[in-house]
């Protein structure tokens, strides 16, 4: 089995800042990408930022320069810092990992729960 849990979210105001976590842990062999996404209350989930097990990272347009994603492998958490808060930010956010489990030959999409990130203005 494997799990994937966030961390971090809550109520910031507009020019604030939040740092998420999010931890797989389980029978992992390996895990290739991670990264978040947010989805806003009448919106469709969109990516947010992700990064390779080398480091390789991408984001999403409206949060290159105020977002960083980073990882640690040896840990199998990655990190979302949001910095310079938006109201357009609201959104629950949810971690995923390609993980490739113990018994497996190929990864697998493994998402977590979600973490509500409200700004206020």
């Known amino acids: 089995q494997v799990q994937v849990v966030e961390s971090g979210g809550g109520l910031v105001q507009a020019g604030g800042s939040l740092r998420l976590s999010c931890v797989a842990s389980g029978s992992i062999f390996s895990i290739n990408a991670m990264g978040w996404h947010r989805q806003a209350p009448g919106k469709q989930r969109e990516l947010v930022a992700s990064i390779t097990s080398r480091g390789v990272t991408g984001y999403a347009a409206s949060v290159k320069g105020r977002f960083t994603i980073s990882r640690d492998n040896a840990k199998n958490t990655v990190y979302l810092q949001m910095n310079s808060l938006k109201p357009e930010d609201t959104a629950v956010y949810y971690c995923?990992?390609?993980?490739?489990?113990?018994?497996?030959?190929?990864?697998?999409?493994?998402w977590g729960q979600g973490t509500q990130v409200t700004v206020s203005s």
């Open positions: 995923y990992g390609r993980i490739v489990g113990i018994t497996a030959t190929y990864d697998e999409a493994y």
